[in-house]
């Protein structure tokens, strides 16, 4: 009977707790206008850390349209005779570095290592060499949360309210296991209650804040108006956002179409590969990931890139 009346209260405890963090997430971290977010800071609002690709991407296409990098296309002869005559490359070439943020310092200098000049060819070399290139992006990758941080769109870990989370949750699971060993069968419901404690106490503190989350549903909504063709007349900065949101070269194409030519957009769209994929967004995954596979029109293939990077 005492565990009976234990897996009631842990019941009656664990379900106070998901609507409180329900409601908490809702309502969000109000805060002031963070002022404008570089792309990449969208892309990993909007996408986390699955499509860094196109953080990648779009951190590139930015820096070029504020004259800190230029970008030339090029052909070299392929390695493999089997597979292709040639390969389209990129050369990168450092301009300034003035007024930059934290994670764009970071992301260049894991780029030019010191140099003034660098090639897709010779960063796909350090990606597949060595993993401290990979690293290093990573590191990039913190930088924009940590900057995200900085301006309360995504909330600071409590670390102390979370372990006591923890605690909590593996007590009810260790109720929930006793009780059923006990044959007290609403233990099984302190188990599975127990789940979702856990897992509310490992996401505590990462929750995004209000602005954030209607800029997430903003984001949603002009993902669907892309998809579905209702969008005309894009400026640099809209398109740039659609790129870090890892809109494909499916839906992209025709909606640039509608909009002025911009340099930096083009040498994406300027540049379709075989499979109506895009040559920038495969050298991309080759020179940051050393990941060789052309791009689909209707695909953007990761290879799970938040793995490769942190693992």
């Known amino acids: 009977m005492i565990f009976r ?3 009631m209260l842990a019941l009656g405890l664990a379900v106070f707790i998901m609507i ?5 997430i809702k309502k969000g971290q109000h805060i002031n206008q ?25 951190t590139l296409l930015d820096l070029y ?5 230029s970008i030339d296309q090029y052909k070299r002869d392929s390695r493999n005779k089997r597979r292709a005559d040639f390969v389209i490359e990129y050369k990168f070439t450092l301009l300034n570095m003035d007024d930059l943020k934290d994670h764009e310092k970071i992301f260049l200098d894991n780029i030019f290592q010191g140099q003034d000049i660098v090639t897709t060819d010779q960063l796909t070399q350090r ?3 060595g993993q401290e290139f990979l690293k290093k992006q990573g590191a990039w990758a913190l930088a924009i949360e940590k900057e995200l941080k900085s301006k309360k769109i995504l909330a600071i870990g409590d670390k102390k309210s979370a372990s006591r989370m923890k605690l909590l949750g593996l007590g009810i699971f ?6 059923v060993y006990q044959n007290e069968i609403t233990g099984i419901i302190s188990i599975m209650f127990s789940i979702f404690v856990l897992l509310i106490a490992i996401n ?11 800029l997430i549903v903003q984001m949603t909504d002009k993902e669907k108006l892309a998809k579905e063709g209702k969008i005309f007349g894009a400026n640099e900065d809209q398109l740039l956002e659609l790129l870090a949101m890892a809109l494909t070269m499916k839906y992209f194409i025709p909606l640039y179409k509608t909009s ?4 930096s957009i083009s040498l994406v769209t300027d540049s379709l590969n075989e499979y109506g994929g895009s040559y920038f967004d495969d050298a991309i995954l080759r020179a940051f990931m050393g990941y060789s596979a052309p791009t689909r029109e209707d695909s953007l293939d990761t290879n799970r890139i938040d793995f490769r990077l942190f693992k």
Do not use: C, H, W
């Open 204 to 214: 505590m503190g990462m929750e995004k804040s209000k602005y954030a989350q209607d």
């Open 127 to 129: 990606a597949i060499k």
């Open 20 to 24: 409180n963090n329900s409601k908490k």
């Open 260 to 263: 002025k030519t911009y340099q």
């Open 65 to 69: 349209r504020r004259g800190k990098i």
């Open 5 to 7: 009346i234990l897996n």
């Open 34 to 58: 963070p002022g404008k977010l570089l792309p990449e800071e969208k892309n990993y609002i909007y996408k986390d850390m699955t499509y860094l690709n196109r953080g990648i991407l779009v």
């Open 174 to 179: 260790i109720l929930g296991f006793v009780s």
